[in-house]
């Protein structure tokens, strides 16, 4: 079965950091850009920080900059978030999704979706 599985949602207190996995099954990490992306309830979907295949170039929304970085480790077929600092508007179900470019999937166009994992930031 070709999936993704994300990783690592927890309940953390505003401040604090929490670093999510974004799995591959199925399939090999290594040929697609990996985004991963929020939604929180009422709000539109939100693109947050993406990788291209090689780890070369990274893409991150302002909301997040200098706070999360993504990486990425193509032996394990997984792709992580390190989210630091994190505040209560970073509260959201955080998706990751796999597709041919960052550009493409920020569009809209991807070919993995993952289940997403749920992160509250609350005090």
């Known amino acids: 079965q070709l999936q993704l599985v994300e990783s690592g949602g927890d309940l953390v207190q505003p401040g604090g950091s929490l670093r999510l996995s974004c799995a591959a099954s199925g399939f090999t990490l290594d040929y697609y850009a990996i985004g991963w992306f929020r939604q929180a309830p009422g709000k539109e979907r939100e693109g947050v920080s993406c990788i291209d295949n090689n780890g070369g170039s990274t893409y991150y929304a302002d909301s997040v900059k200098g706070r999360f970085t993504i990486s990425r480790d193509n032996a394990k077929n997984t792709v992580y978030l390190q989210m630091n600092s994190l505040k209560p508007e970073d509260t959201a179900v955080y998706y990751c999704?796999?597709?041919?470019?960052?550009?493409?999937?920020?569009?809209?166009?991807?070919?993995?979706w993952g289940q997403g994992t749920q992160v509250t930031v609350s005090s």
């Open positions: 999704a796999a597709g041919p470019t960052i550009a493409a999937m920020l569009s809209g166009d991807y070919d993995y």
